[in-house]
């Protein structure tokens, strides 16, 4: 996970309704959306991130409204303002939970809309497998973050302002090591170091 949750809940609440725009626009023949022999083809990307994000955002919203005694807001984009103030909340109290799926939102929607370009896989391992093993499945391998588009609004027209993400990462679930452009040496040494 990279940047503020507050960052993160901000740019998808404003990248959703693009996802609904991408649909209509495949739907109505606008787009790329084309039907074969009676049955509309629409991009499964998007639709995929429309219905995670409608079937994951509530239920979770519920759950951490309910830990923390209140009542969760009505709509998906509220309830995403609230995500960062539930966090701190949930700090405070010391609760063992911690919000981290608008990360995850974020890079689905971002992928479903073109705004990420794809991950590499590199075929070194985490350096860290053999000290934690029981945090790294076999065979997993270091991933090299794609780049990312980010929406800006220039004299009154949005345009989409690439930045390479700069970083490796071990996508074990529990190991979270990452290294940026400037670790880069040390993440090589580190490996030769493994390998000798």
């Known amino acids: 996970m990279t940047g ?3 960052g993160t809940c901000a740019e998808l609440a404003q990248l959703i309704p693009c996802l609904g725009d991408a649909l209509e626009r495949d739907n109505h023949g606008d787009g790329p959306g084309r039907a074969w022999h009676g ?3 629409v991009n499964t990307d998007v639709l995929h991130a429309l219905l995670t994000i409608s079937r994951e955002v509530p239920p979770i919203s519920r759950h951490i409204a309910g830990l ?4 969760p807001p009505s709509d998906i984009d509220a309830m995403l303002r609230q995500f960062p103030r ?3 909340r949930l700090a405070s109290l010391e609760r063992n ?3 981290t799926a608008p990360w995850r939102w974020l890079a689905l929607t971002k992928r479903a809309l073109g705004l990420r370009k794809p991950d590499t896989v590199l075929p070194q391992p985490c350096p860290w497998a053999d000290t ?5 499945p076999p065979r997993e391998t270091l991933i090299l973050a794609g780049a990312e588009g980010f929406l800006r609004t220039d004299h009154g ?3 989409v302002e690439w930045v390479a993400a700069g970083r490796i990462y071990c996508p074990a679930p529990h190991c979270g090591a990452s290294w940026s452009q400037a670790e ?3 993440l090589e040494r580190i490996l030769d170091m493994a390998v000798a």
Do not use: F, M, S
């Not at 934690?132 to 790294?136: C, I, K, L, Q």
């Open 68 to 71: 923390l005694g209140e009542k």
């Open 86 to 88: 539930w966090n701190e």
């Open 132 to 136: 934690h093993p029981e945090n790294h």
């Open 4 to 6: 503020d949750l507050a």
């Open 157 to 159: 027209q949005l345009r």
């Open 39 to 41: 049955i509309l083809v």
């Open 184 to 186: 880069w040496p040390l």
């Open 97 to 99: 939970v911690t919000i």
